[in-house]
């Protein structure tokens, strides 16, 4: 790729990255939440695989470090839905907000997001969600990358007419 591509899509990542990371964190009072802000943040992270390869990546994203992310989210996501089972009888129960009156005062106070609008586990969710699906469009192109450069199926150093 040319160095103006270079230069330009390293910041631009960093970018898309803070702004899928807002669009997570702010997901339970505005529009998106975990998984468009995770296809945000995807899109950075894309961007950089295609400019730089995969080997000269500044992302460093290694098979370990996908998988340790996306069981973190996965866990993350059966973890708060299994609480909300225990205590409120129903998975993925809000126990921040106990609606029903059904989660002890000390276990609600735990969950409680610290907002004016008293969103429970919502931006919790959105967190582990945004991780999950960060990850799994990250891998789905390292996977693509990986097989057309097994194949040589595609033009890197050569410019087009």
């Known amino acids: 790729m040319s160095d103006l591509l270079k230069l330009i899509a390293y910041p631009v990542s960093f970018i898309m990255l803070g702004y899928g990371a807002m669009t997570i964190l702010g997901g339970h009072i505005t529009p998106g939440g975990g998984f468009q ?4 943040m995807a899109s950075g992270a894309i961007l950089c695989i295609l400019t730089y390869g995969l ?13 340790i992310v996306e069981s973190f989210g996965a866990l993350g996501y059966i973890f708060l ?7 409120g009888g129903s998975f993925l129960y809000n126990v921040g907000t106990n609606l029903s009156g059904l989660v002890p005062g000390s276990l609600a106070t735990i969950f409680n997001y610290p907002d ?7 931006p919790y969710l959105n967190i582990v969600v945004g991780m999950k699906v960060f990850i ?13 450069k097994l194949q040589k199926d ?5 410019e087009i007419d």
Not at 154 to 158: G, R, S
Request: charged content about 10%; overall charge negative; glycine content about 14%.
């Open 37 to 40: 802000g995770g296809a945000i």
């Open 55 to 67: 080997k000269d990546n500044p992302f460093n994203l290694s098979h370990t470090r996908m998988s």
């Open 81 to 87: 839905g299994l609480v909300g089972l225990f205590t």
């Open 116 to 122: 004016a609008l008293h969103a429970g586990i919502v």
């Open 136 to 148: 799994g469009l990250t891998t789905l192109v390292v996977l693509f990358y990986g097989v057309t």
């Open 154 to 158: 595609y033009i890197d150093d050569e």
